[in-house]
């Protein structure tokens, strides 16, 4: 790559970042994305993407990020170094990018975008690159400069056009498919599968978790059509769980015990789609003991994901998104707090499935009060409201709605802040946490 002439100062890169197309902040995501035009883009600069170590891709609906972030901790307990790529974020563009849990520091982000700009700001590129490809170009560009042992890289939308399939993956991972960004990915599970198919290679390997019949046929068929190997955790994983309580999951795998501090049942999904892509690692090389797996798990962290930041009151974040994690989360907080009084603060995207949410979220609780997202896509509160059929609260603000929300608690109450994983973003903030 070419040296640098004029380079950014630190506090600067997030508003050159937000200088390029970001479809995060669009209504809808686009239905055509030329994947190959980046490619092209990869091609002048190098192809950092063909000089990675070893990448996992892992598509689906929901649990990636979750999936994402054992497979990180365990892997770095073991001793590795691991690169990570997640999204969307919580507070800062670094999070997207770490190293064995570690942020991307300022400096080293500052150095690979000054590195990319010279070609960031030709005319064309300038036009045509989106954010979430230069972000993906730095994690690749970071990664690699780094000399990381394994990459686990989240895809952002879909799978077959996500700019993190320009990789080779080791293991192609597709955590459980659901209904979500439909208007670009299809109406049904097969057209929703379908895409996120595109992420398996030809005689590669696939791992899926328990999947819905109609995705998992066509991800059957995929694997067939690739000549790919197929593991699903429904057949090769055997988790045994002890208890699932507020302070997490204590479970017996391969006759021995574990606790794993995430909260709910659905991630047991999560973790044993980690567990199945974690052996067939071990099958190709990698070391990862027993004790490796408990202290990786002890010490995994994914914030937003049913996170219970206060007890005085009880308040608990979840960046439930669409119908399906909605689903989940309201059978979780059933089974683990089956006599809290739940005083929910809902919001989301306006491109979200928001009757789809809301009849999940009648289902558990009266009290419902409506806030608005400070974003761009946030959707409106006149359609917040006809999404619901019982009667709801609103407040103009997540700080507005806690206050709401703290005067319709007493010592049994649960305030749940749920919707959008920009809403919990804002309720860290609005909590001081």
Sequence with gaps: ?????????????????????????????????????????????????????????????????????????????????????????????????????????????????NTLKPFLDEPYQKLHRTFFEVLTTVAFVHFEREKTDLNILEVGLGGRKDSTNVVMPLISCITPIGFDHTRTLGRSLSEIAREKCGIIRK????????????????????????????????????????????????????????????????????????????????????????????KGLERCIWRGRFDIVSRSPFILLDGAHNPSAMREMVKSLKEIFPRKKIIAIFSCLTSKDKRGMARQLEKLTDTIILTKIDAERAAEMPEL??????????????????????????????????????????AYEALNL
Excluded: W
């Design 203 to 294: 005689g590669g390997v696939v791992v899926s978790s328990i999947q819905h019949k109609n995705a998992m046929r066509v991800i059957e068929h995929t694997v067939r059509k690739r000549e790919a190997l197929l593991y699903t955790t429904e057949r090769y994983i055997k988790v045994k769980h002890r208890t699932i309580d507020e302070k997490g999951i204590k479970f017996s795998y391969r006759d021995e015990e574990y606790f794993f501090p995430f909260i709910g049942r659905f991630q047991i999904k999560n973790l044993c789609t980690a567990l199945l892509v974690i052996e067939i690692l071990i099958k190709k090389g990698f070391t990862v003991t027993k004790r490796n797996m408990q």
């Design 1 to 113: 790559m070419r040296s640098q002439k004029k380079d950014i100062k630190r506090e600067a890169i997030d508003s050159y970042l937000d200088s390029f197309i970001n479809y995060e902040r669009y209504k809808y995501f686009p239905k055509k994305v030329n994947l190959n035009d980046y490619k092209n883009f990869l091609e002048k600069i190098g192809n950092p993407q063909n000089k990675l170590s070893k990448s996992i891709l892992i598509a689906g609906t929901n649990g990636k990020g979750s999936t994402a972030a054992i497979l990180s901790s365990v892997l770095s307990a073991a001793g590795y170094s691991i690169g990570l790529f997640t999204s969307p974020h919580l507070f800062s563009y670094r999070e997207r990018i770490k190293i064995n849990g570690q942020n991307i520091t300022k400096r080293a982000f500052s150095q690979v975008i």
């Design 385 to 426: 409201k006809r999404a619901f059929l019982k009667t709801v609260s609103i407040r103009d603000t997540i700080k507005n709605a806690l206050s709401l929300a703290r005067e319709f608690s007493d010592k049994n109450s649960l305030i749940l802040i749920t919707g959008s994983i920009y809403l919990v973003a804002e």
